[in-house]
Nanobody, 115 residues
């Protein structure tokens, strides 16, 4: 079956960087536009970034643009999210998903930004 597994979360300080990974299995990864979402504490899930099937194009939510970079390696069935200049507001559970609604997503990885 399709599996998406996120990793790389942790506790960091404001201004730090973190790289998240998403490992996919059970699907033809290269055929899917992929997404990152996040869920801040007590809030709804929100879209973070989208990357096209080839990785040639990507789009970002305004609140992460110029700080986060999404990439993918279709040979390894992986997608990454490089997060720089993290702030407290970036705290949340980060999910990778294979659908635009974020319904088909992994279990998530916790990112906590705190001094």
């Amino acid at each position: 079956q399709v599996q998406l597994v996120e990793s790389g979360g942790g506790l960091v300080q404001p201004g730090d960087s973190l790289m998240l990974s998403c490992e996919a299995s059970g699907l033809i990864f290269s055929a899917y536009v992929m997404y990152w979402f996040r869920q801040p504490p007590g809030k709804a899930i929100e879209w973070v970034a989208t990357i096209t099937t080839t990785g040639q194009n990507a789009w970002y939510a305004d609140f992460v643009r110029d700080r986060f970079t999404v990439s993918r390696d279709n040979r390894k069935n992986t997608m990454t999210l490089q997060m720089n200049h993290l702030t407290n507001e970036d705290t949340g559970i980060y999910y990778c998903a294979k659908d635009q609604a974020g319904a088909a997503r992994g279990p998530g990885t916790q990112v906590t930004v705190s001094s």
